[in-house]
Structure formats: structure tokens, C-alpha cells
């Protein structure tokens, strides 16, 4: 299965004499053994796009065919670590290669060293089928590893080794088929990332993903299982939102992909999540994380690849039967990766010279989230978060609409607000979320059901006041009438006591959904009440005068997300306030 | 033995193409010898078969079909390096021009370098006082950072960008700090006047010049800002030194860029620009940064024009994708003659935000620059409010906001060039504008620090501020 160099121009690379290998093959190219996937075959050329600089090849050094599509490693070892775009460990890669990225590096992606105490839970003589398992190791203190039969084999179990310490190499136990074929089985599997990992069935997405972000979890919603973007222009707080997500969050796990972004951001995810500590179970969150770091300057090749690898991965421990969250920053820089790539190979452009599958790869992409029973029959999920970098922030441009086709969350990032320093700079206009009435029964249950009525007060009373702020551009807010002037002081109080969360703030960073039902209850029961008092034609300056819109503002710093009861306080300063200016008027 | 090709099959643009060659490497150099004994260099950019494709550096006036011997070389595109490059000037592919001949070098690098590995890198937290009010406060530079200016035509981007090097405590310690200028398009008077304010500075023995200017050859200013960085990357992580880079004119690297794509007859995307536009930069901003365990820091200030002042031009909006942030000039700040013409709200840092603060710079300075942002934001809907309804039907609230955001601008943003303000006498300034709005419009500032730093009525020893 080898060939040899004919044409190289960038990352693509042609190859003559090579008629065995297969479309999607991977392929190690030139002396270094560089890693390379076959995109096309036409007669006895291929033509191969190289995950690595391929900065002196020569024509005429051989291509060898590996005879499989591209695949990675999965096993215990990939929690708490930062991988590249092809599944290589870059701790591993500075130790042989220095703080500058070598080349043709063939590192195994688990430790083949590293020792995992493995439990086996099969024996010999069982029958097993697709998705059972066979054998667990704590990979983390969080996270239980499991070990299930790949799609595609079954039969009896024989040689099966004691538990004890073994490493990810290590055969378990054999699998004898009815044609009498064995397959050992070891710790690591293999599964190549283009393929979706099968399941048993979907199931309706019925529980939020809990983010602890006030604007997401309350007015925006997305389910466990469903795909969302975030698009935004640069210095909107893409990075900085999906971060916040990936911290808080109440998924099992989360990968996270720093796709053909900055190298300090990576690093910066990498110190933080090494040393916060997940909420619930004090452990530091690296243990439920996994990075996988194509930045800007690594090859785009390798970027084309990496959110497949991801997605790969997400559907790994998915089957295992964990909620996993896929953060994938940015899915522009992919689409651009394809577009650099479909130039080189000449394709005819579509629109903006993306190619013409951009549609088609997006919607394969989005489609693998879901929320499913898996083979061995428990539930899990994978929620897909992209953020979307529009050129020029201007949403029209074909990644963000081709997206918006296939995600059901919409978190749109607007520059207005970030200059204004309103942060997370969602707009509450241009966004959605389709889950809305999926989720209904969840929030009815768990939270109150007074919730989704709530939410749908607060967000009627910021879509009047949109309309309202037209008006007042032409005319001032001073001549409107009292009611529009509550709606106007209302709508404000929500958005800079509610909707603005300080990332940087211990309490504010992170707030459970009682807590943000409670904010809502307070500032609505303020709102219930001013509006009684100015039926009876009180100016809204004499409540403003009380300082209780101001003191509302301030909720969010001031009750620890512990303490609830504390909201006793400001519903009797509500009160209050209302009375005072009640009795005035008597 | 020196293995030359006699001729070319194809002559195009800065582009020769040479048959029946054997073993060229991708990327490889070449020496192309014309028959009046003048040399060139090339680059190998495409191979097909036996067939070649060279991009030459210095363009292909003068070259014929038959008159041109090229010999590959072997070897890609490298720069000399040693710290005898202090004080020098170079052209746009790193070869001496300030007449004190070669350089004695230590060590002779790839100029494409290669990408550093995120584990490997440490994340910026120490500060630079640029001694710059606006900067300072608002988007302050982190030392590793790569923060550009975006500017236009005609604006004080040049003279920014010297007192950003002028002021610039790089390091702390004397001595350890190192400038590279790249110039890459830049008028001669440009390239003049840098070289005379790192002059006036005093440090023009810590600068290391590379210098393309407009009329010299599009395709070697591809190479300038790699040979750059790799002179910078040397310095710093080598040599221990920490380098401010200053790139001028990104908008005419991009344009290179663009001119060599079309030669190659790539598909263009947007405005032209070939698709790689993106991967292209980053090659080059992601170049900054430190590195674990070793001392050197390199921090970037691209500069670059925005065509027509549009920040969503390709070439700023792929620049802010990849820097960490931006320091954006405005035309009508500039018309009206204030200097630095910085607009605040586009302008960021992204990452001050662990670079300030308590044990960095001033506990008060996160809530202090935020509140100021949010405040000068609502400036401008007071300012639109008020030139529909007039300034008479404002409401008191909207009559302060205009008040402070004409001394914001007047007393904050405005600085002589020469003037250095220290971080404390900076930030002091912003608590005192603050003064001029009620206590109860500070939506972004704790209490306890507003009670600690908000001194009722402290606007009035400003100069010139009337009630």
C-alpha cells in the first residue's frame, strides 16, 4: 500500500502509483511519516491533505497507505488532559519536541505506560453484544471509565485476565465470534472520527443543560442533548462565554475544542480548569475536561480534523452513558479550514468561496448532538455549543445562516453591548430557543411552575421597552407617560440586575435556578406594585426616590447562592418601599 | 558540486517555473543567477512532477527564459541570528543595509518558525505602563500580549506607537529590553521618523530594524515580518530579552499577500483576499507570548490603516479574530485634534483582565475602568438623545453624562505625547470624572469601593470643567 510524491502544493499533496488507497485512508507521507488523509482518487492519483507543515517534501518520497480511515485511540487518559487536532497528547509533544511543535511526531495518544486499576465484569463463557461492558477503571475521581464492546462485535468471552492493574494495551479477554474469529479487547479502542458512533435509539430532549448563566438558563434555554451557537463579532465574548459554560455547566463531562484560536486562551483553560473546583463534588473540574487545542497557527488540515475528534470523543464517553457537552471555539475557523482546503483542491467555489458541502458538513456535524438511549441501554447525551466567528460580525455571511439551520439555540453576541460593557453581550432580540416548550415540564417541576411564566413576563417586558427606546430617541424619556416611564425603569433594573453577570464576581459567576427564579419573583412583585400605585397617578419619581430600583440592582452580589432566605429581606424592602410611598399619597 | 539549472519553462508576475527538476523540496530556497552575474532568491511554492514553480523575492525584472541559472539550496527560507543584530537595519529578507556589513551569526533559523505549543506556553500576566492614560486604564498592555493599533490614513498612529516604545517600562530591570521594528510598505518618511524617535528615545542600540519600504519588492515584504518575528522570538526566548514588536503596515503585508495570491491564480474569497488570509496572519500574531521556564517575553503592536476606516475590511476583522484585543483610533477624535485619538469603546485588552487588579496594578482598577466604559457608553446615547431634542429638554442626568464625557475625553484621553502618567495618577483621574455623575449611576462598582475612592465633588479641582 504505498506511493509516492508527485505534486505538493500546501497542505495537499498528490500521489501517483498508489490505486489501493481507499478515499478518507490515512496515510503517512515522506521520510518524517507525516500524517495525511485522502480526500480524493482519480485514476491512479490520490490526493492526500497533510495534518503537518509540509515544508521540505520532495516529489518522489513515498506514501504509505495505513488501510483505514483516520481513527483515534479512545481509553481512559483522555480526562485531564490537552490533546492537538489529531488526538496526539501535547504535554507528550513538548517532552520529545520542545515548546515549538515539531514534525512527523508518532505519539500514541494514552500513555501505553500508565497503569489503570481495571475491574473485569465479564466471565468466561458470557455471550455479549455491542455496548455491553466488560471491564471499568476510575479514570478520574470523577468519572468511572467504562469499557464497552465496539459496534459490530459480539460472541463468548474467553481468556479473560484477572482484574489488577493493566495498561490501555493490555488484552483483557478475547471475544470469539460464530465463525469462530477472535478479537482481543483491551482497555482503548479505535474509531474513526468521520464515523458517527451508533445508538440505539433518540429520545425527545427533556432536561435543560444547566449553565448557572441567568440569560441562558432562564430566558434562553438549551436541553441536554441539543445544539446551540454562539456567533459574534471579534470582542463580543465568544471565548469568554463558552469558558463560562464549560466551568459551570452541569454536564458529566465537557470537551473542550479551541479551534483555530489563540494559544494564550488554551493556556489560560488549561491553568483555570487545573485549579477551579467543580461545585458539586470539589474536584478539581480538569477531571470531568478534555482540551483538544488546534490554535490558529497549527496546521489547518489538522483544524478541518480536530472537531471531529472532538465529536468523536463526546460520543465515547456518551455511550458510557454520561451528559457531555462539546464547546467548539470557533466552528468559523473550520469552515474556513474547508474552504482553504476545497481552494487548494480546486473545487468550485459556492458562496464567498466556501465550498459547496459547507451546508451538508455543518448539518453532519450538528446532527451527531442528541439525546439517546445507548446500545447497552442507559441514557446520555451530547450537547453541541459552537461558536460562530461571522466576518465583519455581520450574521447574513453563509457559516452563521447555514448554522442557524441546524441548531435549535441561538445566543446572539452583539457589539453594542459589549462596548457598553454588558456582559455576557447576548441580545435578548435576536436570540431564541426552540426548547422552550420541551423543557416546560422540567422547569414546572423542578423549579415552579410559576417559572416559564416569569421568564415570559421579564422577556415581554424588555421587548416593550425596545419598542419604547425608539420613542425616546426622538423624544426623551421625560414626556412619557408614568406606565411606559415603570416599564422603561424596569426593564433597566432587569437587565443590569438580571441579564449583566459578572464572570469575575465569586457569587454572581455561577447562579442555581432558584435563585434566578427568585431574582425574577422580587423584581416582578416590584414591578406588580408600582404599577397599582401609578393607576392612582403617583409619579414613578417618588418610587425611585425610595433607592428600592437600585437595591434591586445589587441582588446579584449580595445573596450568596446558599443563603436564599436573605431574598426574605428585599421581598419586605419591596414592600416596604411601596408602602412608604402608598401612605405619602394617602 | 553546484548543481545549476540553465533557463525557465514560464515566466509570470514574480513567478518562474523550471522543468525536469529532480528532488526539490517544498518551501526550499533557490539562487537564481542571471547572466550579468545579479543574483536572486526564490522559493519553491508549488511542485508538480518534475515541474517547479519559484516565487522570486526580489520580482523577475530583468529575467528571461534563458538568461536566469537557478541552484536549489536545500534549505528553507533562514534568517542569521546573533545579538549583534541590536543596532542594525535590514532589508525586508534580513540582509544588512546600514553598511557595517555581514553579520558574524550564531545561528541560522527558519524564518516560518513554528507554532508553540499551548502547554508550553506561560500564560501573560505582568503589565506594561505605557504611561498612557486610555491604555493604562482602559486596555492595558500585558507584557506577551499581541495588541494591535487600528488606524487610518492620515491619523497619529506612528506617533502613538512611539510613546507607546518611548514610555514602555518593558521588563522592570535596564537592559534586558529589545525593540524590533518591521516595516514593511511604509513611506520613507515613516521608516525616517521611527528611526528618529527610537533616536530621541535613546534606545536605537536596542533596535533591531527590518525595513521593506513602499517601492521595494511586494514578495520580500512577505518575508519581513517573519523575519521579524524569528530575529524577536530569538532575542526573547534565547537571548532572555524582552521585545516589543512593532509590525507597520499589516494593511500593506495583507495586500502582498494578496497581489502574490493572485499572480499564483488562487480563488480568491473576500475583497480578493485569498482564503488563507486568516491562517496567514496567525502564522504571524500567534508568534507572541512567553514561554515556561524561559525569561524573554515578545510583545506585538501591529499597526495597521483600515481601508475607508472600516473595521469590518478583512484585513482588521481577521486581525481581531487573532490578537488579543485592539486599540482602535477614531477619525473624529483626530479632526478635532485630540491626541491620542483612542476610541474607547471598541478599543480591549483581553487580557487585562488578570493582568489588574489587586497585587498587579490597583485593587480599585477592574471596577474603576468597567464603571468608566459602561458611563462613557451611555455618553454617546445622551450625545445622539441631545442632537435630536436639543440640550435644554435633557434630562439632569443626561446633562452630567454630557458633562463627563467631554472631560472624560478633554482631561482623561487627551495627553501630550511627551507626558507620562503613572498608573496611580491615571487611575486617580478616572475616580474624579466619576465624580461628576451622581453616586447612584455607578451600576458597576461595589459600595464599599465607591465609599472608598468616590469623593463627592472632587471633579472641581480639575482645570477648566464649569458646573
Redesign the interface.
Known sequence: MSGH??????PVV?VKDAPELAMMDMVNVGELALIGEVVGVEGDTATVQVYE????????EKVVGQGAPMSITLGPGLLDD?FDGIARP??V??AE???????GLAIPTLDPKRLWDTQILVHEGDILQPGDCYAQCQETPLILHRCLVPAGLSGTVSRVRPDGACTVEDVLMELTDERGRTYPLKLSQRWPIRTPRPIAERLPIHRPLITGQRIIDTLFPIGKGGAAAIPG???AGKTMTQHQLAKWSDADIIVYL?C?E???E???A??EFSELLDPKSQQPLMCRTILI?N????P?AAREASVYTGMTIAEYYRDMGYHVALMADSTS?WA?AL??I??RL?EM?AE??FPAYLASRLAEFYERAGYVRTLEGREGSVTVIGAV?P????FSEPVTQNTKRYVRTFWGLD?ALA????FPSINWLTSYSEYIADLKPWYDAHVSPKFMEDRQRIFTLLQEESQLLEI???????VLPEDQKLTLETARLIR?GFLQQNA?NAIDTYVPLEKQFRMMEVILALYDGSKALLARSIPLSQLRAT?IF?RL??IK?EVPNDSLDRFQGYEQDVAEALRQVDEANR | MRLEHIGLSELSGSLIALEGV???????TAEITLSNGQRRLGRVI?????RVVLQVFEGTQGISLQNARTHFTGE?VRLSLSTEMLGRVFDGTGRPIDGLGELCPEERR?V?????????????RDYIETGISAIDCSMTLIR?QKLPIFSGSGMKHNELAAQIVRQAKLGGSEGNFAIVFAAMGVKNDTADFFRRSFEEAGVLQRVVMFRNLASDPIIERILTPRCALTAAEYLA?DKGYHVLVILTDMTSYCEAVREFSSSKG?????KGF???L??DL??L???A?M??G?PGSVTQVPILTMPNDDI???IP?LT???T???IVLDRDMDQKGLYPPIAI??S?S??M??GIGEGFTRADH?ALS?QL??SY??VQDAR??AS??GED???DTDRQYLAFGKAFEQQFIRQDAFQRRSMDETLDLGWKLLTLLPK?EL??I??AVIDAHYVEGAWKSLPGIAP
Do not use: W
Open positions: 510524491i508527485y505534486g505538493i502544493n500546501g498528490t507543515d509540509t515544508s521540505g517534501l520532495t516529489a518522489g490537552i501535547l504535554k509533544v513538548e519536541s520542545g515548546p515549538f511543535i515539531g514534525r463579532p471579534f470582542g479551541g483555530g489563540r494559544g494564550n488554551m493556556t489560560q488549561l491553568e487545542a490554535t490558529s497557527n497549527m489547518v475557523r474556513e474552504r482553504e476545497s481552494g480546486e467555489p464567498e468561496g466567528s466576518q465583519g460580525g455581520d457589539r462596548y457598553g460593557r454588558h425616546v430617541k426622538l423624544i426623551g424619556a421625560d443590569v469575575y433607592g437600585d440592582c445589587k452580589y | 529532480e528532488g526539490a523540496a517544498y518551501d526550499e508549488l511542485i508538480e512532477g518534475d528553507p527558519n516560518d518558525g513554528s507554532a508553540i505549543d499551548p502547554v508550553s506556553r506561560h500564560y501573560p506577551g526566548f488562487e480563488i480568491p474569497s473576500r485569498p482564503a488563507y486568516y491562517s496567525a502564522s500574531y500567534e508568534r507570548g514561554i515556561r524561559r469590518t475590511h478583512p476583522d481581531g479574530y487573532i488579543e484585543g485592539q469603546l471598541p480591549l483581553r487580557l483582565k488578570d477592574p468597567n466604559f459602561a457608553s451611555k445622539s438623545l435630536v431634542i429638554e435633557l434630562s447612584s451600576d458597576r461595589d459600595d
